[in-house]
């Protein structure tokens, strides 16, 4: 039986009718209209659906949209002001941590939520933290440098 | 040198709009009315289909339709063609079974498609899809090569013995001749695993009917858009070009996986046409796995005959090669002319026969996957040569370099079919040495060993051709397509250029270093060009992406295009300056007359192409736009030096990469950025395959490695950082002199890898290790070696 | 995902009763276990009971000589906790291995210890700390709480409300991830308790987590990696996949309860 939801995405109140079945990540892709947030796999693994929920990250493919009824929502869109990037996304595009751009959007929202948590990451603790994060064309190499640079730009 | 031309790293074009969620991957396509497909597939390896039964599905809550193989065939629809004929030694051609899209009488896969159901929602497709009943009658499957080639269950009853085709290339007297004559044979036997692509993003596709113009549309997430046309259109579905437009916007990897025409394209292409609406299909990863062509999948035997001195006389090969259960589209040319060909490498050795039998097994087909062919030789003739310089006494780089093809030997005719136009082996093996520090390596060592733990270095000196290929030599070899590449620069009349690629982007970044090529050649801004591709009703035509070749052949045809262009604007530029054209210069973006201070800018001679109120139009055309297609003289050869340095820790038999060095000739660079960014993704797949990939049926044929929960992908931090750097040599026959980069990464760096874990356990006995080399399989060799010495 | 109707009950009381009146129902803690396999269509539960509308059930505290955790309490919460890591920092060195920071920031220790996968993490802490675990009915000790492969001693219904970790001396956990998956393929913890050592291991039995006897009366003469390195198990009722067999495993039962003794320091 349909439910409604509610709760703020990207700083906008949004309503659902939905199934109780609607993962999070359905809701803001098909629902929302939102498709900065992908899909890689079904088993919680490559991390390519991580949005931030109460600003904190999490895979958006394991988690059911009422279950975060009432929350505050950030996906990839939220993050740029305008033409300006997230200091986490343009260290993205100076280092070339990106090739494809499919996991892109979740890598940016993990590494941003690292950054909150260790504002000074050591390259070892980057790549641990990105456990959770698949990148078939980078070689992570260069995920690893855009982190690196994007934590020293939001230290400011 | 132009700030945004060839050879300066600027930042992607395309970055701007993956960064901030606004790419555009097929499955973030919505199209208007659109329903949702579920692709039924078989649970069993191999199996007679006695009776589906739809009754049910079709009769369930939002359900339009639901399609079986029988009603393809009572369409008329076609199978799905393989695009690369190879013969057998004899001549005679190869069994080329038919590939039906949806599964007609028989199942020869887990994962085989058996129907299609439509429906208002996804959800509601699948559920439906739950309640079709298959009879299945199962059959006793064949899933390991050796037994599918003897005698075991018939894949075809058309493939006898399971056999597509039993090939050989290379003078097999003068190799028998070679052995004759060696003092000294080193012999291995080896497996390259069998992978599975996972690029991030999953295939998918939208297939659509416009009932007022009869034209089909299919989105898909294809590296070749206009090969699935040709393909799809002419062979299965019988739609002619102008009626079939195939759209693959931003595509989310490839590696070879999205070459294909898959069945599940012509599948929706034409159930859109039975229900007329457009019709999504969206793979989960689950599917993937089960769908996907794989890659590699080789097992080989091979023979390397010396003199006394180490000098290579002659080598012999025999390989067997999975096709999984049907031939994919470019499958029947990765074991044979994307191989065997490649297995002189930087080598001189004079003489080399290798035979390959391809082999159908009741498992997923296998294809191109990353270098297709060119790692299966580079980890088997670097782990030869690795063996060959341990049991002569040599040491790995003097073993490489009293055999490597000298420089003043180029062109280089191999005895395998390939002519190497240019290249420098020991420019990077010196290179790879000095940025590995091996001499530094025993200190290394002998500080792991006070840890209690094993090091070893290992080397991998490879080859490869890419480019792929002049028409010519791929149409001799039995390739049912040309392989050339059109480019279309549009000069609009401010001029700003659109130009439109038959090649098409994967994630490489080929809006930006096309540009550069626009950017260098026309003296205008970055900001002012725009790289179209992936839409074949807006692009002339072309072959696509795969095989290092987007730059070498694609951008090429950009480049004559480009000239085209300059051409045309120099006529404009004398007509409107009142010189002669053998007077006028272009420089900078300025054309100008030599001698005086008469110059126009590009941009006022695009304006007046558009407004030519006084042109000569007997002899000058209005308009600035270009055509060109290039078919290339030859392969490109890239190839370079990777030098891996392992550390072993024996109680658990895990590997950690310390240093990974790849020292490439990728020809001239244009965008290094880029350049370094392929490479990184090339080791990181290398060393997946060395380390942690490896697809494993069971004996009935049911996919173990079937998620990522047992599949094991590379993550952040089993890959180490890695040293890469390059030396150039100049391919002789473009005009750019560029080799391609795609794919030198995953060609060079297993047997490095692998090189470097025997090498570390070289001491303890340990002769070989399989890909992937696991943490397990470590420990075990160890053990096996050990008790084998104290047995001793 | 097949359909299921969601009920978030707002009191421990009201969600026992959900639960107890559903069909077939599921608690839902953080889902990082149960939403992926409704997803692979492997459960379908008529109703799915969310317990993060019930108060109380999430926090941390130190009660005479325990550290106390609400069943809702996130891995990466109990990883960061002070009180966890100055009081028994295997536990918090555990729930920091647990998944990936994604899943540590959603997934929690009653949804793991209910679940009882024999390669989760966390049974291995129960186990090795001889914990209580309390539910809206009773308590029960870990040694009788894990049962066998994905069975605890939970009645039907029944609602884990927190775990009970009695503090040791020391305490360490060693985990040899499985390469894919990163679930334990072994994992020994150990820890030096009042009551004497207690050596668990996740990740390689057949029947789940189980205790190492042999390990632990060593480790009470001699606390030391040199009394656990000569005892090895034997591989009969051990895992054994395509990612370790059972020799390998009871190889590194011993390599990682080694180590988890040295990291006791």
């Known amino acids: 039986m349909p439910i409604t939801v509610s709760m703020t995405v990207n700083g906008k109140a949004v309503t659902g009718e939905i199934e109780p079945r609607t993962l999070l990540v359905q809701f803001i892709r098909e629902n929302l209209k939102l498709t900065g947030t992908h899909v890689g796999c079904d088993t919680s693994q490559c991390g390519a659906c991580v949005v931030h929920i109460d600003g904190t990250s999490v895979k958006s493919c394991t988690t059911l949209a009422v279950q975060v009824d009432g929350a505050d929502v950030h996906t990839i869109e939220s993050l740029a002001d305008g033409d300006t990037l997230h200091p986490m996304q343009e260290a993205f595009r100076e280092n070339h941590g990106l090739q494809c751009g499919f996991c892109t959007p979740g890598m940016v929202m993990s590494a941003v939520d690292l950054v909150k948590e260790n504002p000074d990451p050591s390259e070892q603790e980057i790549r641990e933290w990105l456990e959770g994060n698949l990148c078939r064309c980078t070689g992570y190499h260069n995920i690893v440098k855009s982190i690196k640079a994007g934590a020293a730009a939001m230290r400011g | 040198m132009n700030a945004t031309g060839i050879g300066a790293a600027v930042k992607r074009k395309e970055d701007f709009r993956f960064l901030t969620g606004q790419g555009t991957y097929t499955d973030d396509i919505n199209r208007p009315g659109q329903a949702y497909a579920y692709i039924l597939r078989s649970p069993l390896a191999h199996a007679n289909i006695k009776n589906i039964d739809t009754t049910a599905a079709k009769a369930a809550d939002g359900v339009l339709a639901v399609f079986i193989g029988d009603d393809m065939a009572a369409d008329g629809v076609g199978g799905i063609p393989c695009g690369w004929g190879v013969n057998n030694k004899d001549g005679s051609a190869m069994a080329e079974p038919a590939h039906p899209a949806l599964a007609q009488g028989k199942v020869r896969y887990v994962g085989d498609q058996v129907a299609i159901v439509i429906a208002e929602t996804y959800t509601q497709a699948k559920d439906a899809a739950e309640t079709i009943s298959v009879d299945y009658e199962e059959l006793p499957a064949v899933i390991n090569m050796e037994a599918a080639l003897a005698g075991g269950p018939l894949v075809h009853d058309d493939a006898p013995g399971n056999m597509s085709y039993d090939w050989g290339l290379g003078d097999l007297d003068a190799v028998n001749e070679g052995f004759k004559n060696a003092t000294q044979v080193s012999k291995i036997d080896i497996v390259n695993n069998r992978l599975i692509p996972n690029a991030m993003e999953p295939r998918a596709g939208i297939g659509e009917y416009d009932t007022a113009t009869g034209e089909y549309t299919l989105y898909t997430t294809t590296q070749n858009p206009h090969v699935i046309r040709l393909l799809m259109g002419a062979f299965v579905l019988n739609i002619p070009e102008h009626k079939l437009r195939i759209v693959s916007p931003d595509v989310g990897g490839g590696f070879g996986s999205k070459i294909f025409h898959y069945a599940e394209e012509a599948i929706l292409t034409w159930a859109a046409g039975k229900i007329q609406r457009p019709i999504k299909w969206t793979a989960e990863r689950s599917d993937a796995f089960i769908s996907d062509a794989h890659g590699r999948d080789h097992i080989t035997h091979a023979e390397l005959a010396m003199d006394a001195d180490g000098k290579f006389l002659a080598l012999k090969v025999s390989t067997k090669a999975n096709m999984g259960a049907y031939l994919s589209t470019f499958a029947t040319s990765v074991p044979t002319y994307l191989y065997g060909t490649l297995l002189a490498g930087v080598y001189s050795t004079p003489a080399v026969y290798v035979e390959v039998k391809s082999v159908f097994t009741n498992t997923v087909p296998v294809d191109a996957y990353r270098g297709a062919g060119r790692p299966e030789a580079s980890y088997l003739l670097e782990r030869l040569v690795d063996r060959a310089a341990r049991e002569t006494g040599h040491s790995q780089v003097d073993l490489r370099r009293k055999n490597f093809i000298p420089n003043d030997a180029f062109p280089y005719q191999t005895p395998v079919a390939l002519a190497y136009d240019s290249g420098d082996y020991n420019a990077s093996l010196d290179e790879a040495l000095k940025r590995a520090d091996v001499v530094g390596f025993e200190a290394r060592k002998a500080e792991s060993e006070r840890n209690g733990k094993r090091r070893g270095l290992g080397y991998s000196t490879y080859i490869e051709a890419c480019g792929i290929a002049p028409s010519a030599v791929a149409g001799a070899l039995g390739a049912r397509a040309g392989l050339y590449e059109s480019a279309n620069v549009r000069v609009h009349p401010t001029g700003s250029v659109t130009v439109y690629t038959g090649s098409h982007s994967t994630g490489q970044g080929h809006e930006t270093a096309f540009a550069q090529l626009v950017s260098d050649t026309l003296g205008v801004s970055l900001e002012s060009v725009d790289i179209v591709h992936g839409d074949t009703n807006k692009v002339q035509f072309g072959m696509g992406t795969y095989g290092s070749r987007s730059l070498a052949v694609g951008g090429e045809a950009l480049m004559k295009a480009l000239n085209k262009i300059t051409d045309k604007a120099g006529k404009i530029a004398a007509h409107c300056l009142e010189a002669s054209e053998a007077d006028i210069e272009f420089k900078d973006g300025q054309f100008s007359v030599a001698g005086t201070d008469k110059s126009m800018a590009f941009s006022d001679v695009a304006l007046t192409a558009y407004v030519p109120h006084n042109f000569p139009h007997e002899t000058l055309e209005p308009g600035l736009e270009e055509n060109a297609f290039y078919d290339p003289a030859n392969f490109t050869f890239p190839g370079g030096c990777h030098i891996c340095e392992v550390e072993i820790d024996p109680d658990t038999g895990t590997v950690s990469v310390e240093n990974f060095v790849a020292v490439d000739d990728v020809g001239r660079v244009i965008n290094p950025m880029i350049v370094e960014g392929q490479v990184h993704g090339g080791v990181a797949q290398g060393i997946g395959q060395a380390l942690l990939e490896g697809c494993i049926y069971d004996e009935s044929g049911q996919l173990t490695t079937g998620s990522f929960m047992d599949y094991t992908m590379p993550r952040a931090d089993n890959i180490p950082n890695m040293d890469v750097g390059n030396t150039v040599t100049l391919c002789a026959h473009n005009s750019l002199g560029v080799k391609g980069c795609g794919e030198v990464g995953a060609i060079g760096s297993p047997p490095a890898v692998i090189n470097a874990i025997v090498d570390s356990l070289w001491g303890l006995g340990v002769r070989d290790i399989a890909m992937p080399a696991t943490p397990q399989k470590i420990w075990q060799a160890i053990a096996t070696a050990q008790t084998s010495q104290a047995a001793e | ?265």
């Open chain 3, 1 to 265: 995902m097949y359909e299921f109707e969601y009920q978030k009950p707002s009191s421990l009381s009201e969600a026992a009763s959900a639960i107890k009146s559903a069909d077939d129902g599921s608690l839902l803690a953080g889902g990082q276990t149960l939403l992926p396999t409704m997803k692979q269509r492997l459960a379908s539960p008529s109703d799915l009971v969310d317990l993060s509308g019930v108060p109380g059930l999430s926090g941390i505290s130190v009660v005479d000589g325990n550290v106390v955790i609400g069943a809702m309490t996130t891995h990466a919460a109990v990883a960061a906790s002070a009180d966890v890591k100055s009081n028994i920092a295997g536990l918090a060195k555990l729930a920091g291995c647990i998944g990936d920071p994604q899943v540590r920031h959603r997934g929690t220790i009653g949804g793991s210890i209910a679940n009882n996968d024999p390669a989760a993490d966390y049974p291995g802490a129960c186990l090795g700390l001889g914990a209580t675990i309390v539910t809206n009915n009773r308590e029960i000790s870990a040694d009788d709480f894990f049962v066998g492969l994905f069975e605890t001693a939970l009645d039907d219904g029944e609602i884990i409300t927190a775990v009970r970790f009695p503090i040791p001396e020391k305490s360490d956990y060693s985990k040899f991830a499985q390469p894919a998956s990163r679930f334990s393929l072994v994992g020994a913890f150990v820890a030096k308790t009042s009551n004497g050592a207690r050596v668990a291991i996740t990740g390689a039995g057949q029947a789940g987590v189980f205790r190492v006897p042999a390990m632990e009366s060593a480790l009470n003469g001699d606390f030391s990696a040199a009394s656990v390195g000569s005892i090895s198990l034997p591989s009969d009722d051990l895992n054994s996949d395509i990612h370790g067999s059972a020799d390998y495993r009871a190889h590194l039962v011993t390599v990682m309860a080694k180590r988890a003794v040295d990291g006791c320091g």
